[in-house]
C-alpha cells in the first residue's frame, strides 16, 4: 500500500494504542479451530488487536448459501473453502498485513499462546481439547471453548496450568453430543449473536494478555461467561 508508513499504522491503532494490554498484543500465535458461526466473527475481532502474530485456521467447509445469513462471509464467496474465506476477510480488513494466515482443511496440533475452538459438536470439542492440551501442557497459554444457539452464547476459558478449571470442565462441559440440547434447524444461529460472541472473546483474551506481564494489574479472566438475549441476562463464573 502506497500510504503504508510508520505514521500511518501509528494512526490506525491510535483508538487503542494506550491499552494496558496493548504491547502484549505481538508476536503471538492463535490457533482457531472451526471458521463458521463463531470463528468467521472471532477470527476477525482477535486478528484486529494482535500484530506480527500467526493466525492457524483450521476447517474443513465450504461456504454455502445457509451460511451467509448468520455467519461473516459475502455472497462472493460461496463455494470457497472457509478457511480462505476467512484469511481474505482477515488480509482485507489489515491496513498493514503484519499478522500471518495459515489455512488447514483438516486439525493440526502445535503449540499456541491461544486456542480457540469454534465448534458445533461436542465429540470434536472432546477430541481437540485433548490434542491441544498434549501441546501446551502446564503452560500459561490459553484455551477458549466457545458456544452459540441463535440467542445465546457461552465461553468456558482457562490457562493450561490451571488444574482445577481443567478438571471441572472436562467433567461438566465436555458431555456427549446426546446430552447438548437440540435446536430446530431454523433458529440454530443469528449474526448479531455471532458479533457479541467475537467481542466477548476479544474482552476475555485481552485481559489475559494482562497476565504476561509483572508490570501490570491483572484483569479478570471468568473460567464461565453466558449471555441470554431473550432474558438480557449476563452470567460470569470466577474460580
Known amino acids: ?34 471458521s463458521g458461526g463463531i470463528g468467521s466473527h472471532a477470527s476477525l475481532g482477535i486478528s484486529k488487536m494482535f500484530q506480527s502474530s500467526t493466525f492457524r485456521i483450521f476447517d474443513f467447509d465450504n461456504v454455502s448459501l445457509s451460511n451467509l445469513g448468520g455467519q ?67 503452560t500459561n497459554h490459553l484455551f477458549i471453548d466457545a458456544r452459540m444457539s441463535a440467542d445465546t452464547i457461552q465461553i468456558i476459558a482457562f490457562r493450561f496450568d490451571e ?18 440440547t437440540n435446536v430446530v434447524c431454523s433458529y440454530k444461529q443469528t449474526f448479531f449473536m455471532g458479533q457479541m460472541l467475537s467481542g466477548y472473546i476479544c474482552a476475555i483474551i485481552a485481559n489475559y494478555l494482562t497476565h504476561l506481564s509483572e508490570d501490570l494489574f491483572p484483569q479478570e479472566v471468568p473460567f464461565f461467561t453466558e449471555f441470554s438475549s431473550p432474558l438480557m441476562t449476563y452470567t460470569s463464573v470466577k474460580i
Request: aromatic letters at 12%; proline letters at 2%.
Open 163 to 180: 488444574a482445577a478449571k481443567i478438571r471441572k470442565y472436562k467433567k461438566e462441559y465436555l458431555f456427549d453430543d446426546s446430552e447438548a
Open 1 to 34: 500500500m502506497e500510504y503504508l508508513t510508520e505514521e500511518t499504522l501509528h494512526e490506525s491503532r491510535i483508538r487503542f494504542s494506550g491499552a494496558p494490554w496493548f504491547d502484549l498484543a505481538s508476536n503471538r500465535t492463535i490457533n482457531i479451530y472451526g
Open 72 to 138: 461473516l462471509f459475502s455472497p462472493d464467496q460461496l463455494g470457497m473453502r472457509k478457511v480462505d474465506a476467512v484469511r481474505d476477510n482477515l488480509q482485507g480488513f489489515s491496513l498493514d498485513n503484519t499478522n500471518a494466515y495459515v489455512t488447514y482443511g483438516e486439525d493440526a496440533f502445535d503449540s499456541s499462546d491461544i486456542t480457540l475452538t469454534a465448534l458445533d459438536s461436542m465429540r470434536a470439542r472432546k477430541s481437540i481439547f485433548e490434542n491441544v492440551r498434549k501441546k501446551n501442557r502446564g
